[in-house]
């Protein structure tokens, strides 16, 4: 977490900052606020056993915001100077149609996060790029030793240390520091013109220590190869209508898409969700309930403060199939007059926030995994997700599974290639008939997309019985 000197990281007073605010606070404002942001990223990527890119970067500014009923006026400046961060205040207010007039600004009160979720001084540590580069051949090494049939070894290691502070109108003056960390790998395997791929990660807001830690990057290693070599025997895979269980873990991608985003108050505000208007209502069956929750320590979608200053929180939004809440930020709780989530965010200092999730996952039922399989006479069971589309006003999407088996009598059998899941979010929700108590939280790899924005999230789920949706398969 940040001290109270916030602002001395940006080359900032207290003084200045609030003159800049208080440009923006007058008549017709309802709320204004600056979000100073200076992020390190790193990356080094390696394929064929040679390095193919390492790359740093550094960016470092200021977003300025002023909202007036719906309007939001927003600009943003990468010049860290008073002239500048007035200019871009006026730009802000013009842009919010509001005349320059009169309030009282309140007086600044510094605050710190309530809690501390990730290792901000273990993650800060500097890692050599050539550590990093041994750690990837390293991986590249386990993953063709694994079976001689991978033929090619995709790995990338990418860091992110991000310093923030937010002031707002109403005299708050807040900041933290936000790593985050990913390592991913990908394997290719070929046999006979046949050729497969299998991709495996993890991270969080974790130090480079994580990854080594009982070896977990070679494990990383052994699993994007042991899928790349399992599809190289699947089967194409069935179509029609039929159950499909879910595994637990990364299938909450589904959930995310499907579900999570229908649930964000701006669609809801705007009428354009299939969730609109249905608070109390039944929209899940008895078994189902979903919250957000960005307070998991290291988790990769925990914050210990949303982008707008808001403590993040557990929020209930469907609960035993009934739907309990949205996620919200500042303008649309406001506006819609419901509670603050503290899920306000935004890519970077250059975007405007917008209410989005943290981590999104469905909460352990009563089931046994093993039951669940048994309960399929044939059927479907879908371990992974690699891409998919969701239409928010409909609910309708598609799911591409990456790794799926056959179910046959209660049992798994053959693992299929080409399957896909089609069906409608709210629906699919009703026809949810058994929760497991295995709960599993995915391994840290998730990036959400949004009006242009990528912020990192995670998902979760526990093993789940879906009594029938449509598989677009490639059995003839």
Known sequence: MADSGQLAKFGMTDLEVFQALDRL????????????????????????????????????????????????????????????????????????????????????????PTRDLYPVERAKAEVATA?????????????????????????????????????????????????????????????????????????????????????????????????????????????????????????????????????????????????????????????????DDGTLPFRRGSLNMDDEGTPTGRTVLIEKGILRGYITDKLNARLMGIPLTGNGRRESYQSIVLPRMTNTFMLAGESDPGDILKSVKRGLYAVSFGG???????????????????IEDGKITKPVKGATLIGNGPEILTKVSMVGHDLKLDNGIGTCGKDGQSVPVGVGLPTIKIDEITVGGTQR
């Open 25 to 112: 606070n007058v008549r017709d404002v309802d709320y204004a606020d600056l979000y100073f942001e200076s992020r390190v990223s790193e990356s080094v990527s390696m394929e064929e056993g040679i390095v193919k890119r390492a790359a740093k970067s550094v960016s470092q500014g200021v977003g300025v915001r002023a909202t007036a009923g719906e309007k939001t006026g927003f600009a943003y400046s990468d010049e860290l100077t008073r002239k500048d961060l007035e200019i871009a205040a006026d730009t802000a207010r013009y842009i919010a149609n509001s005349p320059k007039g009169d309030r009282s600004l309140p007086v600044p009160t510094q605050r710190r």
């Open 131 to 291: 550590d990093r580069v041994a750690l990837l051949n390293a991986i590249d090494a386990e993953a063709r030793r694994y079976d001689p049939r991978i033929t090619n070894v995709l790995a990338s290691f990418n860091t992110e240390y991000k310093v923030v502070a937010v002031a707002t109108s109403d005299g708050t003056l807040i900041g933290d520091v936000q790593p985050l960390s990913r390592l991913q790998v990908t394997c290719i395997a070929e046999e006979n013109g046949n050729r497969q791929v299998g991709s495996f990660g993890g991270g969080g807001r974790v130090g480079f220590e994580f990854y080594q830690e009982e070896n977990r990057f070679l494990s990383y290693a052994r699993e994007a190869a042991r899928e790349a070599i399992l599809n190289l025997s699947a089967v194409d895979a069935p179509a029609g209508v039929m159950p499909v269980v879910l595994g637990g873990g990364w299938p909450g991608i589904l959930l995310h898409e499907a579900i999570g985003h229908g649930l964000e108050s701006d669609f809801n505000r705007k009428k354009t969700s299939a969730f609109s208007n249905l608070i109390g209502k039944r929209v899940a069956s008895d078994v189902c309930t979903i919250v």
């Open 388 to 406: 998919g589309q969701v239409d928010i006003t409909s609910g309708k999407f598609v799911f591409s599974a990456s790794e799926a088996y056959l």
